[in-house]
């Protein structure tokens, strides 16, 4: 993953053509976490706190759904990523780049709360097994991927490095 | 409809105990964020930054505090916008919540 150009509102990258394949795989597993996951509360004493955590996973599912159907549209745009002979240059809006770490993000969490690792228990060791393997290593992609998109957006990866 | 002006300061009240009343009136909520070993440290400042129009270094510093002690408390707010608030930070999959302020 290369940034090639960093704009007011485009960045735009290369991509070797396995790079493209994987970020292609991470984006179709999405969405990763279940929707039980989040609590909006530790505490007994909330007001409403049925109704109140009623509206929190309404609200991350009607997210989901927009972060997917937007998935779905990149997946299948032509032309968006240009074939050239390094490989595929694509450009992201800035905005589409908060939704994209959204959704590598979830497929991060969520193989991590697939390994059985909840925040509740984070000192779990994974049992390794084929399953387990392709959890860890959709956890690592994706944050490779995480890493490369938060560094452009934060001025810190200068065009022309890997 | 009347015009007066009323004094912004009451004779014999001082200000102080203005601004404590103001916490038995609206409960304060604190959105928290908690420490996990998933989420990537610079996802997190990101984040913070995104969410609540940080600069990076209060970012990174509500970030470390969640790394090293565990959790963070990001802000107090009134239920309403704690609410908004932790809603942002979970659609980014962060472990936050509110809870409530004893205070």
Known sequence: MKLLRTGQRQIQFELAPSEKALLFHLLQLYPLVPSAHHRLSKGRKMPDREENQRLLEESLQARRQENRQQVDAMLNETGRFVERPAGYQVSFTRGEIEWLLQVLNDVRVGSWIALGSTAEHPEMEPEMSKQTMSHVMTMDIAAFFEMGFLSAVSGEFQPGHE | ?103
């Open chain 2, 1 to 103: 409809m009347p015009t007066t002006a009323t004094p912004e300061v009451l004779p014999g009240i001082e200000q102080d105990e203005q601004t404590d009343s103001r916490t038995d009136l609206e409960p304060g909520y604190l959105v928290i964020c908690w420490d996990d070993p998933v989420n990537l440290m610079d996802y997190v400042t990101h984040v913070f930054q995104t969410v609540f129009g940080w600069h990076r270094k209060k970012a990174e510093k509500h970030m470390l505090e969640v790394h090293k002690n565990g959790k963070s408390v990001l802000v107090r707010e009134g239920l309403e916008k704690a609410e908004f608030y932790v809603h942002q930070l979970q659609k980014y999959t962060l472990h936050a919540t509110l809870e409530r302020d004893s205070k």
